[in-house]
T-cell receptor, first 120, second 113 residues
Framework: GAVVSQHPSWVICKSGTSVKIECRSLDFQATTMFWYRQFPKQSLMLMATSNEGSKATYEQGVEKDKFLINHASLTLSTLTVTSAHPEDSSFYIC????????????????FGPGTRLTVL | AQRVTQPEKLLSVFKGAPVELKCNYSYSGSPELFWYVQYSRQRLQLLLRHISRESIKGFTADLNKGETSFHLKKPFAQEEDSAMYYCAPENNAGGTSYGKLTFGQGTILTVHP
């Protein structure tokens, strides 16, 4: 099946530092990647949509200067949490959506395993 | 606003019993509808999508446009079906929202032996 990886799987950082999370589609090309946030015992909340080579589209209420998204290639998107604070502690999940030539079922999102961020 | 309601946060059944996980949606246009599943300590994965009209692991889901529902059903639940299930309509209307999923709150299904 289609594989999406995230790195790191967990990270602990001090308040005020920045943290970068990578999302990679390992065996297909992803024209679109999505970033979600999940609080404990809650559903996934979409943060932003990232299309390769263009600026990310952020959901209402998500600070684009706080959560920097870069989608530089068809297999890699990064989420940088800048000047992280304890309230940013959460589980961040990415998904990748192949295009028609991506070699996978198009219009299906394949999810990464998530990254647990803890800000002290 | 797009909204997905999964009224049962927790659902418990015994092995072999029928199970139905409810999903109602309020969505503009005609979204594509998905059910995603997350087994313990595993990532979220696609269970089934309406357009495929397939039965995956014995699960089916019927779209009722009049009631705007997409309930997930299985006639005989198995212990390995215990997981978190999410209903998710997808925006397929084009534009910057194309492909976006809106997740329900999820239903934790527990199948007892």
């Amino acid at each position: 099946g289609a594989v999406v990886s995230q790195h790191p799987s967990w990270v602990i950082c001090k308040s005020g530092t920045s943290v970068k999370i990578e999302c990679r589609s390992l065996d297909f090309q992803a024209t679109t990647m999505f970033w979600y946030r999940q609080f404990p015992k809650q559903s996934l909340m979409l943060m932003a949509t990232s299309n390769e080579g263009s600026k990310a589209t952020y959901e209402q209420g998500v600070e684009k200067d706080k959560f920097l998204i870069n989608h530089a290639s068809l297999t890699l998107s990064t989420l940088t949490v800048t000047s992280a604070h304890p309230e940013d502690s959460s589980f961040y999940i990415c998904s990748a959506r192949p295009g028609l030539a991506g070699g996978r079922v198009p219009d299906t999102q394949y999810f990464g395993p998530g990254t647990r961020l803890t800000v002290l | 606003a797009q909204r997905v309601t999964q009224p049962e946060k927790l659902l418990s059944v015994f092995k072999g019993a029928p199970v139905e996980l409810k999903c109602n949606y309020s969505y503009s246009g005609s979204p594509e509808l998905f059910w995603y599943v997350q087994y313990s300590r595993q990532r979220l994965q696609l269970l089934l999508r309406h357009i495929s009209r397939e039965s995956i692991k014995g699960f089916t889901a019927d779209l009722n446009k009049g009631e705007t529902s997409f309930h997930l059903k299985k006639p005989f639940a198995q212990e390995e079906d215990s997981a978190m299930y999410y209903c998710a309509p997808e925006n397929n209307a084009g534009g910057t929202s194309y492909g976006k999923l809106t997740f329900g709150q999820g239903t934790i299904l527990t199948v007892h032996p």
